[in-house]
């Protein structure tokens, strides 16, 4: 019987640790079935990581290829705005020149109609100006394109500065009811190289406004010019609801060198936004304004972004179709047998030394191990029918001296 008890606890201490379906060990995922799973699982991991990673570098790209496109509108942008500013330089510095109806000595002269033709016709001929404006050195309004009221242009200091530099100067944000602008004052000087006039011209900034409107921008991007005061002279999409507003964030550091720079940043309402700016100078490379383009980063990561989610909606449905099929797999392959055997061990462990889990055996492992069992539990109940016969035969005796029943 010592032999019975033993193999009985062989068997109760297998179905314990392995074959108890609620057990302590299956509970916490480390039944056969469960480890099978967390294979699956712990194999899926790295093709998690590519996609991941793929998706990071997509954005990194994409973020280079927003800044480079930012970059390269800029320079168009910027072209276009300073060439207002050359064609001011360039047209209107040799005015007297040209028409030959200002004296250099005596500037009231040209107060005629014939010099306010003139103007005109300059004016038709730049369709980026509101108005074109003759005036001496002590500001008084000589001839104009069109009429203009009494102005005192010598208590301004962009005119003033015109005329003791001898370079153009660009004046502050002005606007009335229906026009926004900002006066360039070019100044014209004689053979002597003396400054006797200045040309005021009225730059439209809806003009920079067209600019703007015809790039081809990602969604949501922005445009937005600004004086060295930080006032808006022109923005896009909406250039009448933020022209002339000052930016507290804006206004120029005086020690600048007005070096063009890309980079990311916070708008005013926190979203994350990618952003190049560059600088618009006069011909004399005087920094006047700070051009700057923005790009929200949700906008430029978009087609990275919708690339990840479908990637790993993707891949989160062949997981759960692995995970189906290893289950599936697992409980035909793997657990069917176990089962079997684990139900003969029950059968043994509680005294049924007749159970077998054959003659049907699995062609894996378990089919093999389904032999050796049942080789295993034949030997036991042969050995047990043995034992059970020789104590039929020969009684125990009991003696006295040793204490124990003996054969």
Not at 164 to 172: A, D, E, H, I, Q
Not at 212 to 223: D, W
Not at 351 to 380: C, H, I, K
Request: proline content about 5%.
């Amino acid at each position: 019987m010592p032999i019975i008890q033993y193999t009985k606890g062989c068997f109760r201490t297998l179905v314990s640790m392995e074959s108890e379906p609620h057990g302590r060990l299956a509970g916490w995922g480390f039944g056969l079935r469960s480890r099978g799973i967390w294979l699956v699982l712990v194999a899926a991991i790295p093709a998690v990581l590519v996609v991941v990673f793929s998706s990071l570098d997509r954005r990194d790209q994409d973020s280079k290829n927003i800044l480079r496109q930012q970059a390269q509108l800029e320079a168009g942008v910027k072209t276009n705005y300073e060439r207002q500013f050359a064609n001011a330089q360039n047209a209107l510095a040799p005015l007297s020149v040209i028409f030959g109806l200002v004296s250099q000595t005596d500037l009231s002269a040209a107060k005629s109609p014939a010099c306010d033709s003139f103007m005109s016709d300059m004016l038709r001929s730049n369709p980026g100006y509101l108005n074109l404006i003759l005036a001496g050195p002590t500001g008084e309004v000589i001839c104009s394109a069109r009429p203009v009221a009494e102005l005192d242009f010598a208590k301004r200091s962009f005119f003033q500065s015109a005329l003791l530099n001898k370079t153009m100067s660009v004046s502050g944000f002005r606007s009335d009811d229906t026009n926004r602008w900002i006066d360039l004052a070019v100044p014209v000087s004689n053979s002597g190289g003396a400054t006797f006039a200045i040309v005021v011209a009225t730059l439209d900034l809806k003009s920079f406004d067209a600019i703007g409107g015809s790039l081809q921008l990602p969604n949501r991007s922005t445009i937005e010019i600004t004086n060295r005061s930080g006032v808006i002279l022109s923005s896009w999409p909406n250039p009448d609801s933020n022209a002339g507003q000052t930016d507290p964030k804006a206004p120029l550091d005086p020690a600048a060198d007005g070096s063009d720079e890309t980079g990311k940043e916070r708008s005013d309402s926190g979203e994350k936004q990618l952003y190049a700016t560059s600088y618009l100078r006069t011909p004399d490379g005087t920094v006047v304004a700070r051009l700057k383009m923005t790009t929200p980063e949700s906008v430029a990561f978009s087609a990275a972004n919708n690339a990840l989610r479908r990637d790993l909606v993707l891949l989160a449905g062949a997981g759960i179709l692995t995970l189906m099929g290893a289950w599936w797999l697992s409980g035909r392959f793997l657990l069917q047998p176990m089962v079997k055997l684990m139900a003969a061990t029950e059968r043994i462990a509680d005294g049924d030394l007749g159970a077998r889990v054959g003659p049907n055996y699995a062609s894996s492992e378990f089919g093999v191990l389904g032999r050796t069992f049942d080789r295993m539990a034949r030997t036991v109940e042969e050995q047990t029918v043995r034992i059970r016969q020789a104590n039929r035969d020969f009684p125990a005796q009991w003696d006295p001296k040793l204490g124990i029943h003996v054969t």
